[in-house]
């Protein structure tokens, strides 16, 4: 589904922006966040391009501590029969992405000089029905315990 590629794209391009905190000075990435003006216009952008294209109708990027947390809308509404094969494509789409994922949370831990760095990407539909939510940090997928 190109609809789950879009939103690994977003993922990653999300967290380029967030790249751009190395050196403030702030001990989390919610600090850094909520303290530096060029990446929040940096990300306020990023939601607003895929906002603008089809198939993601809303982009929430935030953090809470260590963790980038983005929320995506995406422009479907799952029924019974459809919610599990909306599920399982973006199950795909990121497990074909976490090298990626990894090297980049990895990457934004070096340049930011912040441990344990986590991203949690949740995508829900029209009606907020949950179709992914995965945290990961530079090993992989974190597992809930």
Known sequence: ????????????????????????GAKTLEEKLNSDSDTKSEIEKIEKQYEAQSGIDDVDISAKENTLIMKLKVAVTTTDTTVDVYKNA????????????????????????????????????????????????????????
């Open 90 to 145: 973006f199950v795909s789409s990121f497990k074909n992405s976490e090298s990626s994922l990894k090297s980049a949370i990895s990457d934004l831990e070096d340049d930011t000089k912040i441990d344990g760095v986590k991203m949690q990407v949740i995508v829900v539909d029209q009606k907020d029905v949950e179709l992914f939510n995965k945290t990961y940090d530079k090993n992989g997928e974190v597992t809930s315990k």
């Open 1 to 24: 589904m190109k609809r789950t590629m879009k939103i690994t794209a977003l993922v990653m391009a999300a967290l380029m922006a967030v790249m751009m905190l190395a050196g403030c």
